[in-house]
């Protein structure tokens, strides 16, 4: 394929591809993917991966006007992002903040007198005994 021009079903195809690695991948292997799959070289390829940026960009745009989706796809790319990078603090974050934009998170609050609970359950016992030799 190398030296031929392509149609733009092909460029677009390309782009696509590109666009889906490019979360999941570095940049050095996706620069080796292009040159090997379509024989590019190496300003073709940056090329490629930068009208994959602007594909992302324009996708993240579009998500925006919808409120939570736009963090929920934004948390989605960085938790992929974090599994390639061997991240797993980063993506168990991430995975944290998208629990909570979804109100699936409930914090627990404890009730009753403060302290531990240990403590607490040393009050009630004694209580609980000075209750019976009253009786």
Not at 7 to 26: A, T, Y
Not at 33 to 45: C, H, M, S, T, V
Not at 107 to 117: I, V
């Amino acid at each position: 394929m190398a030296g031929r021009r392509i149609d733009e079903v092909e460029k677009e195809k390309r782009i696509l591809q590109v666009s889906l690695l490019l979360p999941r991948r570095p940049r050095n292997f996706i620069l080796h993917f292009i040159a090997e799959k379509w024989g590019l070289k190496d300003r073709q390829a940056r090329n490629y991966i930068r009208l994959a940026k602007e594909e992302w960009d324009k996708y993240f745009s579009r998500v925006k006007r919808c409120g939570k989706a736009y963090y929920f796809a934004k948390f989605r790319y960085l938790y992929d992002k974090a599994l390639n990078d061997n991240d797993t603090r980063l993506a168990l974050d991430i995975t944290d903040k998208e629990i909570k934009l979804s109100g699936l998170y409930i914090e627990r609050k404890e009730e009753g007198p403060p302290g531990s609970f240990a403590e607490w359950m040393k009050k009630q016992i004694e209580e609980e005994k000075r209750e019976k030799k009253q009786t």
